[in-house]
């Protein structure tokens, strides 16, 4: 069986029974740690989010499902990329190692947009998750360091598999029309890395969430589409990437790639995020007075420059992918949260002057896991520190779920009282017990 039929398969047949213990858990986890930062991005992004409401407001359809935070209803297609597109405004969203991206934001929106609208109960809103997790991770893994390296935004491009793959699993399709939404799915495929820094990174996941929704509603109702589009010809595969590994696409659900899934610890990029770890070491180990350093040199692998190498960034946003801004904020503030992220700050006249003394140099055997900063001091002393984020990966459940616990009440906050972020967060909790998604959605709107 090829790789597109035996996907397709696996998305069909994938119930809830079939899950594990640890699947189901990190599903929980993806939707608390979504939540919080889709309502994290409406609060920051409103000069941004709001005017993309105000364009598509004359062309809203239907009202089918919730816009987070907002107290209203839009069709499913719009509902997915908005609430989309803001999920993804702070970048602070959970992120997967082999997908190269961040798998819940193409993912949550179409499955929670479609699921409040049919009214799909926890277990099949569950199941489903796992099934786009499984496949946006699947094909990312087939296609990836290549595809990721040759400028592709993995979140959009493999976010509209996965988004596609959920609501199939959702809606019931057959195995030929999961086929069918893969083919609409992958000729969707769009999203380039020069978008980064932009508000287009963000739009990425919005529309791949949408567009995954259409590729399935197309294909329920019989709409024609490749079936081999991974590993045809002048398939995905092919096209995207210089190399495509069917191997990849074996032994679906051996571990369930959601397993695996990383949530963030800071508001940034995650190429960013060693150097943070690392910094915050150094201040918290040694406390170098800031009026005594000379030099900071940041050595990365240089995957981690050419995402997060901007020496000088303007804004917030850009901020987010400065590897000089997040060295210096580390070390200023001892944090690295959403409300460090500003125009102000990253202008601030010190934090210039520190920034100007920061270097970033790349060592081709480091990964974008790993991170070594070395600080010169003016009486020629140095210090030097070394982190490696691979222990992120080892964090079982139960610790990712007080971390994540913090941050979402923390950014839900932001908008709601107090005792509504705890209520979703034991909506959450007791989510397979559920008997309609919309009731989780309408705690944010």
């Known amino acids: 069986m090829k790789a597109t039929s035996k996907l397709a398969k696996f998305i069909h047949d994938l119930s809830y029974e079939d899950l594990s213990d640890d699947a189901i858990a990190k599903a929980k986890l993806c939707l608390m740690d979504w939540l919080g930062v889709t309502v994290g991005g409406y609060a920051g992004g409103l000069g941004d989010i709001d005017p993309m409401i105000g364009a598509l407001q004359p062309l809203f359809g239907q009202p089918q499902a919730t816009l987070i935070t907002k107290k209203r209803k839009v069709d499913v297609l719009n509902a997915a990329l908005i609430n989309g597109t803001a999920s993804h405004y702070l970048d602070y969203d959970d992120i997967q190692s082999g997908m190269s991206g961040h798998p819940s934001v193409p993912v949550m929106p179409a499955a929670l ?53 959920a609501v199939a699993n959702m809606t019931g399709l057959s195995t030929e029309k999961v086929i069918s939404t893969l083919g609409i799915a992958g000729t969707q495929a769009f999203g380039v890395r020069q978008s980064f820094g932009t508000m287009c990174k963000p739009f990425h996941a919005g529309k791949a969430a949408s567009n ?28 995207y990437s210089t190399k495509f590994d069917e191997t990849k696409i074996d032994k679906l659900g051996q571990p369930f790639k959601i397993e695996q899934v990383i949530y963030k610890r800071y508001a940034s990029c995650y190429f960013t995020h060693a150097t943070v770890r690392c910094m915050l070491g150094i201040r918290e180990k040694h406390r170098p007075a800031l009026s005594e350093i000379d030099k900071i040199t940041v050595k990365v692998s240089p995957l981690a420059i ?16 400065s590897l000089s801004y997040c060295a210096v904020l580390a070390l200023d503030k ?41 600080i010169e001091l003016k009486d020629g002393s140095e210090i030097r520190e070394k982190t490696d984020l691979i222990s992120e990966r080892a964090v079982s459940v139960t610790g990712w779920e007080s971390i994540l616990e913090a941050k979402t009440v923390n950014l839900i906050r932001g908008i709601f009282p107090l005792e509504v972020a705890r209520d979703a967060i034991k909506a959450i909790r007791g989510l397979e017990e559920i008997d309609d998604i919309g009731k989780v959605v309408n705690l944010l709107s």
Not at 114 to 121: I, L, Q
Not at 311 to 316: K, M
């Open 334 to 374: 001892g944090q690295a949260l959403e409300s460090d992220f500003t125009e102000e700050l990253v202008n601030d006249p010190e934090t210039r002057s520190l920034m100007a003394r920061v270097v970033t140099v790349t060592d081709d055997s480091f990964t974008a896991l790993q991170s070594e900063i070395c």
């Open 212 to 239: 995954g929704i259409l590729a399935a509603i197309l294909a329920e109702g019989g709409f024609t589409a490749p079936q081999e589009i991974l590993e045809g010809i002048d398939g995905f595969g092919k096209i």
């Open 306 to 321: 050419d995402v997060a190498g901007n020496p000088v960034p303007q804004t917030g946003l850009e901020g987010k992918f």
């Open 113 to 165: 947009a479609m699921g409040e609208y049919r009214k799909v109960d926890g277990k099949r809103f569950i199941t489903s998750l796992v099934a786009g997790f499984e496949a946006e991770c699947r094909i990312g893994e087939a296609v990836n360091p290549e595809h990721y390296g040759r400028g592709w935004h993995a979140t959009a491009t493999l976010g509209c598999f996965g988004a596609g793959a």
